[in-house]
């Protein structure tokens, strides 16, 4: 098992290691697949929109490089820090009159 070290700065947890990666495999080939299209879809529509363009390739860079390296940066900032599950309570509550 790897050696990781948690640092906190400005109280959000950093990783130093090799455990960086907090995204599986399927949210990872979901983001290749949607980088890809957007950004596609944004050099196709450049001269007819560059706006909307601009914004979809950025978006479409993003996911692609959250695919590729699998670390997410918003999950970091949530607090999912590796790819191990967590248990989730749920409990409904039905009121019948």
């Known amino acids: 098992m790897a050696t990781t070290i948690v640092k906190y700065t400005d ?3 950093v990783l130093y290691g090799d455990d960086r990666i907090n995204l599986n495999w399927p949210e ?8 890809m299209k957007l950004g596609f879809s944004g050099f196709k529509n450049i001269f007819k929109n560059p706006f909307a363009s601009i914004v979809k390739i950025g978006a479409g860079g993003y996911l692609l490089n959250r695919g590729i390296t699998g670390h997410c940066e918003l999950y970091k900032r949530i607090g999912k820090l590796s ?15």
């Open 11 to 13: 109280n959000y947890p």
């Open 83 to 97: 790819t191990n599950p967590i248990n989730v309570n749920i409990r409904l509550v039905v009121y019948c009159e």
């Open 28 to 35: 990872r080939f979901t983001s290749i697949a949607g980088g």
